[in-house]
């Protein structure tokens, strides 16, 4: 089974753009539903977007109008575009997959190992 790999992540200024890639198989694509999360230092792990078959997003109030998911099925490659970037944004930011449509809620299957987003000011 190819595993979901993250990538993308940096330090950057507050205000800067990033955008994260994921990379899996037609094996997570065929899933109904992914979506990215993030946690930071000493809290929960969070939602942040998430995506279904029919491109149907879902987004945490904290980023609606600055993230952007989406994915490209022949490519196997989902992605979250993330502009105005703030310190708060700062965390591991993990890709999930899964059959069922849990939306932001993190008890997807399929999880990649994360890539660093850290935010100065």
């Known amino acids: 089974q190819v595993p979901l790999v993250e990538s993308g992540g940096g330090s950057v200024q507050v205000g800067d753009a990033l955008r994260l890639s994921c990379a899996g198989s037609?094996?997570?694509?065929?899933?109904?539903?992914m979506g990215w999360f993030r946690q930071a230092p000493g809290k929960e792990r969070e939602g942040v977007a998430a995506?279904?078959?029919?491109?149907?997003?879902s987004y945490a109030d904290s980023v609606k109008g600055r993230f952007t998911i989406s994915k490209d099925n022949a490519n196997n490659t989902l992605y979250l575009q993330m502009n105005s970037l703030k310190p708060e944004d700062t965390a591991l930011y993990y890709c999930?997959?899964?059959?069922?449509?849990?939306?932001?809620?993190?008890?997807?299957?399929?999880w990649g190992q994360g890539t660093q987003v850290t935010v100065s000011s």
């Open positions: 999930a997959a899964d059959w069922r449509r849990w939306y932001l809620i993190p008890s997807y299957v399929y």
């Open positions: 037609v094996y997570h694509f065929s899933r109904c539903c």
């Open positions: 995506i279904d078959s029919g491109g149907a997003t």
